[in-house]
Nanobody, 119 residues
Framework: QVQLVESGGGLVQPGGSLRLSCAAS????????MVWYRQAPGKQRELVAS??????NYADSVKGRFTISRDIAKNTVYLQMNNLKPEDTAVYSC??????????????WGRGTQVTVSS
């Protein structure tokens, strides 16, 4: 079994910062790509940032404000969010492409963490 658990969300004022974490645990042999998504009420889910073997990719709306990083030893991906705007309000979820110790490959999702940017 594999689990992904996000943390670090909350309420922050415009211009503020938050750091999200997503920790993977369980029968993990190797994690490939790790991705942060977000979904605001009434909107489609969108890719925020991804990281694969050190290569990062960002949505245009967050470039220069968000930074994705990864601690391979801890099976954890982070999303540092600076200069937050009200339009960043959403549920942020992570997923990861994982090879399990049983040799299976799959994409696993966390349940998400709420980020609210409001004065």
């Amino acid at each position: 079994q594999v689990q992904l658990v996000e943390s670090g969300g909350g309420l922050v004022q415009p211009g503020g910062s938050l750091r999200l974490s997503c920790a993977a645990s369980g029968d993990i042999f190797r994690i490939n790509t790790m991705v942060w998504y977000r979904q605001a009420p009434g909107k489609q889910r969108e890719l925020v940032a991804s990281i694969t073997s050190g290569t990062t990719n960002y949505a245009d709306s967050v470039k220069g404000r968000f930074t994705i990083s990864r601690d391979i030893a801890k099976n954890t991906v982070y999303l540092q969010m600076n200069n937050l705007k009200p339009e960043d309000t959403a549920v942020y979820s992570c997923n990861a492409d994982i090879r399990t110790t049983y040799g299976n490959f799959g994409t696993y999702w966390g349940r998400g963490t709420q980020v609210t940017v409001s004065s």
